[in-house]
Every structure is written in C-alpha cells, then in structure tokens.
C-alpha cells in the first residue's frame, strides 16, 4: 500500500522507459516515453497529411498511481496543482508490457487531460490537502502540495497525533500508548470489515452510480471506526454484477460468497490477509489453503476419501482463480467470489476493450446495496432518490421520486436541488431543469461551483442572455476559472457579440491552454470574422490536445477547402469520416467538396450519406438533389429538393432549382410556386433568374 502512489524521481532508471515507440492503431498515436535531463516524459504524436509528425502533445510525468503489482499509471501535474491522467501506461501481466490506460484504447481517446479526482486519490493515498473552495462537489480537483506519496498508517489506524504525544512521554505506559490510536482489530466486525470495504467495495465504475457521498461529508472525511454508512451509500444494478469482475471488487465479490454469508460474520478481509505483512509467490498460496482448509478440512478428507475431490488441496487456484477484469482488460485480479464451481471458459482470456460510457448502459432501479438496510429518515430517502438520477440509469422513476422528497422535506442542502436539476436537464426537461438549478443558487449563493453549472445548463438550454448574466457573475467572483470564460465566451458569441466572445475565449485560454473546446469554438468565431490564419491554428491546437474528435477535423477541412488546399482538406475529411461515420457534417463538408473539383459520382455519395445520417439536414437534401439533377435524376432530385425546401423555405436557390425542375416535368403549376418563392428571396442572382422563368412560364 505505502507503493501505491509516489513522485517519479530523478535519474536514469529503464523502469519507466519504452524501448521503442507504441503505436496505437485504433486512434493512429504513437506513444513513448523519453527521459531529458533527468525527467521523464509521456511524448504523444500522428503522422500527418505530409508524413510529418502533427499533433505532438508532450507532458512532463510527476507521480506514478500504481505500486507495479498490476499496473502503473502517469501523472502529470499542472500549474493549477491539479493531476492529469496520461493516456499510456504499463502492465505487470506477461512479464511487462505498455498500453493504453483503462477508457483510452479508442479512436476518440480524451488526450491527456482527464484529471484525477478526489475518489481516486481517495483509494490510491494517504489523504491530500485541498486548496479552499474546491472541497465542494463539483469543482475541480486540486491538491495542496506536498502530495503524500503512498497509503499511509492513518488509512486504518486514524491520525496518530495523540499517538504520538502518548510515545513521547518520558513515563508513558503501553496501555496508555495503544489507547491512543484506533485498533481496527478492537472493532465490531463490520467496523473492522469497512476499513477494507472503503476501498474495496466498489460495485461498479461504469455509469450507475456506485456510490453516492453524504452531503455534508468532505471527500477525504471519512475514519476507521465510523460507520461507512455515514460518509458513503454503496449502490448497485437490481440484478447484482452477475459474472462481471472489476479491478476494485475485492469486498464486493467476498460479499456475495456463501463462505462470508454463512459464517456469521466471522469471515473478513483479516482472515486472509495481513495488511503489514503481504506474502507472495509459493508461501503465499500455502497460505491460503491454509486458510480454506483450517474450516475446511474435515470435509475436504471425506470429499478425498470418497472420490469426489483431488488430494492436491490447492484451493485458490480452483475456487478463488485469477480471472481477466472486464473494465481493465489487461489485468487480472483474484476473483474473491468463492465458489464450488467456477463458469465455464477460460477465465484469463483476452477480452474486447471496454468503453466507459457503454453503448448500451444500464437502465433501470439503482439498489441499496451497502449497507444492506437503512433506517427510514429523510436523509436517506433523498440520497437514495438520488442515486436513481445521478448517472441517468432510472430517470422515470427518480425524478418524481426526488421532486416528492423535496417537496415534502424542503431539504436545505443545495446538492439536491442541483441533482434534481441534473435530472431534469438528462431528460431534456430544460425548463425545470432551470427552476430547480435557481432554488440551488438560492441556497448556496457563494458557491461558485453550483452556479457555473447553472449558467452551464443555461447554455445547454440556449438561453444565451441569462447564461451571460450568470456567467459574468461567475467570473467576476472567480476570474481565475477558465472554463466560466470559455462558456461566457460561447453565449456572448450566440448573442452576436462576437468583439467580447472573442475576448471571453482568449481569456479562458490564457488561462488554461488545454481547453480544446475553446479552441475550436475561438477558430470557428475567427472562421466568421475573416481571420482565417487565426482559425486554422485554433483548429489546429484544439486538435493537438484531442486528435480523436470527428467534429473538429472536419472543421479544419472545412477551413482548409475554403483556401482551396484540396489535398490536405481531403485528408481531414476522410479522416473525420473513418472516425465517425455518421457524423453528417463530415460527409456534407466533403460532398461540396468533391462537387467542387467536379468529383460528382463520389460527391453523391457522401450527400446520400449525409442525408441518411441525418434527415433533418436541409442543406444535405440540399446538395444530393443538385447533384441527382445533374445526371439527369429528376425524380430523386425533386424529393430531395422537396424535403430541403420543407425544413428551410428560404433556400432561395432550392427554391428556384425545384420550380426550374418541374418546369422540365411540366408541372407548371408546382414550379410557378417555388419560383414566386424564389423571386421574394434575398439573394439578387436568383432573384432575378425566377422573375425571369416566371415571365417564360406566362408567354
């Protein structure tokens, strides 16, 4: 445990080195990691258009999460005193090997900016210091330095101040000495059991949520000897994990054993395992058989005597296997379930990469899982309505659930109101959503971080001038907090302020540099205000720190077609493309593209798809019925046409294209409707050829 997290230091160590660059085909990054001048580097890069290096994003590496037992991962700390997670780490299986952490083996991997939060400190720890103000739920995490480097003795035994004062007494008695720190050892067994269980019971880390933290609990407040219970709920799915294993399900699994349920609690974590005393290698499987068969034993010999077991009594490796864990799919932890018989199939074969967010997530009652009952107060009423909410699995049932328990017990806490508001906003319910983040601000008007995420939500509801007016109020009590800037930024812009947008956003960058959001809603404000140089490098740098995003290369092929740099346009846009097939944008952005350097065939075909992937797309209907026009398809480019029209009127030269095809199929009355359409437009060109068809039409 004291490995569990510490600074990487200085040196020449081959430890933290890659022998040669890692290529990770999913995304098109190479990864390494360098060490200059005594420091350690994680360096990311792609070849570009040019077969260049493009998109290098290098970041010092500052602490290590992991002792090496299973894996290691690299921390980089920023200016803010915040930790970011990089994207590349190691693994012990197989002698050692590199990869892609948990959640960046993808195409569309987060760059590396994910920060660490405090639950992952929590367990990965001793307990940090926390600047003010960023304690309460919601702000960013950030850490007072020094960092402790390691779990440390407070973990189990509490602080050790008293401890200490008692040792250092000059007729200090041992009794008096021992009274003076916590014994985990003179706990009731579910006292003893939860020193463990804060760190290993977690039902999942998928969307559910897994736990939800009392309200009036700070996120690194909870001692040994208080009940879990008052710092934490545990929650799970209504059908338990089933054959699911995850990395921090040690408790969980040993939970839902029969050999715990029925050993009347005399089962724990300490049966087994001696936290100052970990043994490995042989010993430590002598050691727990010796553990199974001292209850065991006795059935074991009459199991041999009468054919029905081996001799050999290797009773881990048969009901306690390693198995390969579903989210960290290249590690494999002791599955703590023990059972008769083990499911069919090999338990350490390779699995598909997990995603975080899974395509297909859980819906429907998040259960109390632990403790297994509460009693019935209002607190936990609320806390378990919202669970229901948290990560969306069982909106239907828990916002009515939540907005009754508010309303009956008007609970002063803020967090409730937020999480009702969070609810309302999942379900596209952006009115309540609004009312309820209001009743949050009322009841924490100094706090920052509930009101940026009210004029978060605000944005989220394009309700762009109260978003300005919430957004200003949060940067002028925090200045310091780029992504308010960054959102005052996206509202002044929708309120056609582009002069203070622009300043909005370079401010947040000034601020924080690794916003890529900020980039790409600053280059696309360039894009409108002429600035094309300044966009490109927007573009460019928001691309640098998350290369993966579809949206954003398309963005710069857009750009790029725009100054006729066709070659390299082509190339973002079917990189776009291979990154997110459905993404219209992409397919319509090339389409013009193609059409425009009279590549029609192809260029039909990416309208056809831009169409398909999104029929609400006027300007997809747009161009496919241009281009079926062309060759001849009048058929399928009056539909096309048609549908344009219907979802944006004043497609002038939609207009006018339509009524000038159905003068060709001798609908004279259809066209003159479409071409009167036309003529009122605002574009003089096509104007002018409608009032000129129209005069044809009357001879």
Not at 155 to 175: E, L, N, T, V
Not at 467 to 490: C, F, K, N
Not at 609 to 622: F, G, K, L, M, N
Request: hydrophobic share 35%; glycine share 8%.
């Amino acid at each position: 445990m004291g490995r569990s997290f510490y600074r990487l230091p200085a040196g020449d160590s081959i430890t933290h080195l890659t022998p040669k660059p890692f290529y990770h085909e999913a995304s098109g990054c190479y990864f390494a990691m360098i060490q200059r001048d005594g420091k350690y580097y994680q360096r990311r890069w792609q070849l570009g258009f040019d077969g260049k290096e493009t998109n290098v994003d290098e970041k010092q590496v500052d602490f290590v999460l992991g002792s090496g037992n299973h894996s290691r991962t690299y921390l980089h700390l920023t200016s803010r005193n915040a930790l970011q997670q990089l994207p590349f780490g190691w693994y012990a299986e197989n002698g050692g090997h590199w990869g892609m952490n948990p959640g960046y083996d993808r195409p569309d991997f987060p760059g590396a900016t994910r920060l660490v939060g405090y639950q992952c400190m929590f367990c990965h720890n001793a307990y940090p210091g926390i600047p003010n103000g960023h304690a309460e739920e919601g702000a960013e995490a950030q850490y007072l330095l020094p960092l402790p480097e390691g779990i440390d003795c407070q973990r189990c035994h509490g602080p050790g101040q008293r401890h200490i004062a008692a040792m250092s007494k000059p007729d200090a008695k041992p009794a008096e000495v021992r009274a003076a720190i916590l014994n985990p050892a003179r706990f009731s067994p579910e006292r003893e059991m939860e020193v463990c269980l804060q760190c290993h019971l977690e039902t999942t880390n998928l969307p559910l949520p897994g736990a939800v933290q009392r309200r009036n609990r700070g996120p690194f407040s909870y001692l040994p000897g208080e009940a879990l219970a008052d710092f934490r709920l545990s929650f799970d799915r209504a059908s338990r994990s089933g054959e699911r294993l995850e990395v921090a399900q040690a408790g969980y699994r040993m939970l839902e054993s029969q050999c715990f349920l029925k050993s009347e609690r005399k089962l724990r974590c300490t049966t087994c395992h001696d936290p100052h005393n970990v043994v490995r290698g042989d010993s430590a499987a002598a050691h727990y058989n010796g553990v199974c068969l001292s209850c065991h034993q006795a059935a074991i010999r009459s199991a041999v005597a009468a054919g029905a077991h081996t001799a050999n009594s290797a009773c881990v490796s048969c009901h306690m296997p390693k198995r390969r864990t579903d989210e960290a799919v290249h590690i494999a932890m002791t599955d703590h379930q023990i059972r008769r018989r083990q499911p069919a199939g090999d338990p350490l074969a390779e699995k598909d990469v997990a995603r975080e967010s899974p395509p297909y997530p859980y819906r429907g009652e998040v259960v109390l899982y632990y403790p297994a009952h509460l009693p019935a107060t209002a607190e936990n009423a609320l806390d378990t309505a919202v669970a229901q909410l948290r990560d969306g699995s069982n909106l239907q049932d828990g916002l009515p659930r939540l907005a009754g328990l508010i309303e009956k017990y008007h609970p002063s806490q803020a967090g409730y109101y937020r999480d009702l508001a969070e609810g309302y906003l999942a379900a596209g319910d952006g009115a309540r959503a609004i009312l309820h983040f209001e009743e949050a601000v009322r009841r924490a008007p100094a706090s920052v971080a509930v009101l940026l995420r009210f004029g978060n939500a605000l944005v989220e509801s394009r309700q762009w001038a109260k978003a300005e007016a919430v957004l200003r109020s949060v940067t002028a009590r925090s200045a310091g907090d780029a992504e308010a800037w960054g959102l005052l930024g996206q509202a002044l812009w929708q309120l056609n302020k582009s002069a203070e947008a622009k300043s909005a956003l370079q401010k947040g960058l000034r601020l924080n540099r690794e916003l890529p959001d900020l980039h790409n809603y600053l280059g696309a404000l360039l894009v409108g205000s002429g600035d094309r140089v300044g966009a490109e490098r927007e573009f460019r740098d928001a691309l640098r720190i998350e290369p993966g995003i579809a949206e954003w290369q398309a963005n710069l092929a857009n750009l790029l077609a725009s100054q006729n740099e066709t070659s390299e346009a082509t190339y973002y846009f079917e990189l776009a493309i291979r990154l997110k097939p459905g993404y219209a944008g992409s397919r319509l952005g090339y389409a013009r593209l193609l059409a425009n350097t009279n590549r029609n065939e192809e260029a039909e075909q990416q309208a056809k798809a831009a169409v398909e992937a999104d029929q609400s797309s006027a300007a997809a209907h747009e161009l496919w019925g241009y281009l079926l026009a062309a060759r001849g398809g009048l058929d399928d480019a009056t539909r096309e046409l048609q549908a344009a029209v219907r979802l944006q009127p004043d497609l002038w030269h939609a207009q006018y294209e339509l009524g000038a095809i159905l003068v060709q199929k001798g609908d004279t009355a259809g066209a003159s409707q479409h071409l009167k359409i036309a003529a009122q437009g605002t574009d003089a060109q096509t104007r002018a050829s409608a009032l000129e068809l129209l005069q044809k039409l009357k001879r």
